[in-house]
């Protein structure tokens, strides 16, 4: 299996209203757990084990988008930009002493 942390919408049934998804990665399961504290009504956690959880909420708050597309231009710019900011760090900054 390539990547196990990509959450993964269940599918449903085409007259049912709620989605479910499972994820593993940790990242996700803080967000939703966020939004299963905030909106409970509308969250749910419907189910977990050791590494992973299971959520349900309504199917109109899925959204899907294209990738963003970045011109050579912007990377080019954005690799610059880093490579300024990193001038003024000296190595050492990122070790400790023992």
Known sequence: ???MKTPLPQCAPMGE???TLYTRDKAVMRKLDTLVAD???T???TGQDE???TYSFPKSHVSYRKP?????EQR???RQMMIKRNKGKNI????IEI
């Open 17 to 19: 209203q709620t989605a």
């Open 92 to 95: 050492k900054d990122f070790f």
């Open 1 to 3: 299996m390539s990547n």
């Open 68 to 72: 963003r597309a970045v011109s050579t």
């Open 43 to 45: 969250y749910k956690l």
């Open 39 to 41: 909106f409970p009504d």
């Open 51 to 53: 590494v992973s959880k």
């Open 76 to 78: 080019e710019r954005a």
